[in-house]
């Protein structure tokens, strides 16, 4: 199942504890309003049925009785009977049909029909052997209409309740959590873009809280990562110029040697040797420069609308001649659609061709072919330089454009220092296009490049 979000579960969270509380109060309250209802409802009618008795008067032997007694007050029905339940005067509500015994001064709940009465029953002496009982009658279920309002309404108020903390709840915590978002899409970024110099940069604001301070530590710490790199960069880009000098020393004092007449076939071999592993120092030299300088920003490069079609048939006229210097076998193959334009960086182009032809002749057969596609739609360039050598596994295909990855240790030397596919994939996305490849293990490689034809990075 997939995880749910912090949003969610501190929502869940909240809702919960809200309907608990929403409940216990609503359940106390209403328990309390009920009996408190209930018994206003008694005091009223015991209270109503003992001040009737001032209407009552008896003059010259005949009970006189005022007009108020008729009068039903507060939903209080006022009736009067003899000693022997006999029924005077007064009122008796509708639907009230019992005719309970007289329980003098103790009100009682009787149920008649469908409706709970409280009835309430008083004697009262006129006279020496004259004694009347006053009953005060009243709907209990009328009482309790009330109540039942408030709890309707109690529950109608107890979903809204819950339906507003969630969507407040929600929200506060989508705001509250924004900045961790933030910090999420931040370290995406600088993933993807291997780019240290982006910030949070969320504790600028007004915000001083927990999350505001993480943004900050955490931008320190970016901070702290991008001086370091920096000043790795710096490294590599002033040791590999610093090694250029020396080796071109190096280099020309074996051409100088290798003048010279005196030497025996020993020493020449020797000599050689050297010429040859400076000559590939030189080369790992320039890529590494070349690599410490787009990773500061500092390579430059110039596009221009050029015949790539043209280009791609000098590279490859190139690298045949020198496969067969190297004395290889290998068939160079160009099928190149004619007079494609883009706007590319001549030398850069050049490159990019090179390191790809190279290495599908170093990695290829012996007599193998190589051939090298270039098609265009009009919008993209898509080139291909396919193979049938030793072909890469599976598991290496992410790692080849690792700097100073090779897949296959066995071959080392020759130049082949592991910086050619990193320098190739910069070059290929500085020009806003993409490369990958598609191997498989001994059957050979096919490494696709497509640049658009406008260049928009300019
Ligand atoms: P290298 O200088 O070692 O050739 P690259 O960066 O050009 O370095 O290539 C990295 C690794 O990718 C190589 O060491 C090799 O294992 C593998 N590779 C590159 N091109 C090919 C190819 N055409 N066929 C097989 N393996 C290749």
Known sequence: MKQMSLKI????????????????????????????????????????????????????????IDSEFYTVSQDIYLSLYDENLYFLYGKIP????????????????????DIDWYVYDMSFRLAENYTVYIRGVTSLTDAEEGYMVTTRFALILLPVLIVLTAVIGYRFTR????????ITRTVREIRADADLSRRVGLHTGHRQDE???????????????????QREKQFTSDVSHELRTPISVILAQCGTCLEMDDLTEEQRKQIRVIEKKAKEMAAMTAQLLFLSRADQGRQPWNPERLNLSELTQVAVEEQQFLAKEQGRRTEIVCRCQPDIYAEVDETLYLRLLENLISNAVYYGKEDGRVEIFLESDGRRVRGRVTDDGIGIAPENLERIWERFYRADTSRTGEGHSGLGLSVVRWIVRTH???????????EGSTFIFEIPVKNEKK
């Open 94 to 113: 509708y639907g009230f049909n019992a005719l309970p015994q007289i329980e003098d001064g103790r009100t009682r709940t009787i149920r008649d029909g």
């Open 175 to 182: 705001r509250t959590l924004l900045p961790v978002k933030e």
């Open 432 to 442: 806003g296009g993409e490369i990958y490849v598609k191997s498989r293990l001994g």
């Open 9 to 64: 579960k501190l929502t869940l969270l909240y809702t919960f504890f809200m309907i608990l509380v929403t409940c216990a109060a609503l359940g106390i309250l209403l328990s309390l309003s009920s009996r408190e209802i209930l018994s206003a409802t008694q005091t009223k009618l015991e209270k109503r049925v003992q001040a009737s008795a001032d209407y009552l008067k008896l003059a010259d032997g005949e009970l006189e």
């Open 211 to 229: 999350i505001s301070e993480l943004a900050a530590t955490f931008d320190e710490m970016l901070g702290e990562l991008d001086q370091v790199f």
